[in-house]
């Protein structure tokens, strides 16, 4: 218990120096995270192979995980080529980014910052320290439930920033509330099938695989469906 209770100290710790340093040291300090997040569960016992970091699930979980990133890539440009669909991705957030900018959102940000902790975190540390107290069924449910309620600070934003999200929700408090709840259960479900993915494979490649399509994919198309009007 005091394993579990140590990674979500850590986490609580991250998620408010995240949402208050600048973009500069986002990625290092979620970097610095997991490594923490790491070493907590690793002193406390947990091996390699629990965390979905073990060498003999490594070729699985590649070969899972291109399957995933093709698949995406091929329902997000269908998405973007209908116009019916293209709205969703219209996020004002990534209007103003430079082509080198949104490089670096892609390439650094998205993998080594985003990624890299929260699969860290919710389907490798919590996830093993929980299966290894409860089973693999709470494992899944706690851990996606804590990284439901990790995207309620960014998620406040949804109704300003996506015209889509604002034409469900509205605006006001009111649309502000629906849309960060939908977003926690949104993301508590994703994190559901993030935790299938690593118990099925073994791995944490095949999560960490399909987050980096989903979301660097996501701001790639968001970009795109802005300068398309």
Known sequence: MGTLL??????????????????????P??????????????????TWDELGMGRSSVRRGLRWGLVLVGAVVVVYAVALAVPFTREAFVDRRVAGLSGAELV???????????????????????????????????????????????????????????AAVEAVFGTGGTGVALSVGAAVVGTALAGVLFCELRRRSGS??????????????????????VRAG
């Open 104 to 162: 670096h959102r892609v390439f650094v940000r998205v993998p080594f910052g985003t990624v890299l902790l929260e699969e860290v975190a919710f389907r490798g540390v919590l996830w093993a320290v929980i299966r290894r107290r409860w089973g693999a069924g709470w494992a899944t449910a706690g851990s996606s439930v804590l990284f439901g309620l990790w995207h309620i600070v960014p998620s406040r934003g949804l109704t300003r920033s996506n």
């Open 29 to 46: 300090v979620c970097v610095a995270a997991a490594a923490v997040l790491v070493l907590v569960a690793r002193r406390a016992g947990v």
């Open 204 to 225: 944490l490649i095949p999560p960490v695989a399909l987050h980096c399509a989903l979301n660097g994919a996501g701001y790639a198309l968001a970009w795109l469906a």
């Open 6 to 27: 140590s990674a979500v100290a850590v986490l609580a710790v991250t998620h408010a120096l995240i949402n208050r340093v600048g973009a500069a040291l986002y990625v």
